[in-house]
């Protein structure tokens, strides 16, 4: 093992570089209909919620409070589709991490690297923390939360099935939550894999 600071590295026989699975990330941005479609839902939530008290609706003109509907539905639209940026990226981890256990289970060097007590995917922080530290460009992604939440949830809501408290106070207490419990299957000791033995590709589909 090397030590560097206060993080422990596995030591990896030779040399070579390793080439680890592209990390395949969907990031489709809603257009047109599908935008009107998620613009639309967030309205109905806004109604379906009461989010603006009958008094003040009757003290307010019509314009008014249309604007306050809208700029509401543009509020937790953007919500929900930065929540749905987060939980791909969750989802094309995960599966990339399943992709590099196959791969290490494929080469000599690399076997023994990962415990075989760890039930597969739960605990592998260090690929994790490799991707952090091979600074890969997520686009403001925080990996952490895109974890959590794709633990949270094997496929993400729809919009209609989220309160506006969940979007607006507790989707990051429980993507957090959701991460720091996977985090903590990994036995310790952790170990670290070195950032510059293995390459790191992101396919942005």
């Known amino acids: 093992m090397d030590i ?3 993080r422990t590295f596995v030591e990896i026989a030779g040399d070579k570089t390793h080439e ?10 809603p257009r047109g209909r599908r935008l009107e479609k998620v613009m639309t839902m967030a309205t109905e939530l806004v109604e379906s919620e009461s989010l603006i008290p009958i008094a003040t609706a009757a003290a307010q003109d019509e314009l008014e409070l249309e604007r306050r509907r809208y700029e509401l539905a543009l509020q937790f639209s953007e919500q929900y589709l930065g929540l749905k940026s987060h939980w791909q990226w969750g989802d094309a981890v995960l599966e990339w991490i399943r992709q590099c256990e196959t791969t290490f289970e494929l080469r000599t060097e690399l076997r023994n690297l990962l415990r075989p007590d760890v039930w597969p995917h739960a605990g592998r922080t ?7 530290d091979k600074q890969i460009d997520t686009g403001g992604v925080d990996l952490h939360k895109a974890i959590g939440l794709r633990l949270a949830f094997r496929q993400l809501p729809p919009l209609g099935y989220c309160s506006d408290q ?13 991460f720091d419990t ?13 950032p510059e033995r293995f390459e790191v590709q992101v396919v942005r589909m």
């Open 4 to 6: 560097i600071g206060n």
């Open 20 to 29: 680890l699975p592209p990390l395949l990330v969907s990031e489709a941005h």
């Open 126 to 132: 260090s690929f994790i923390t490799l991707l952090d």
């Open 166 to 178: 969940f979007l607006i106070y507790l989707n990051n207490s429980v993507a957090n939550s959701a």
């Open 182 to 194: 996977w985090a903590r299957m990994s036995p310790d000791p952790m170990s670290c894999l070195p």
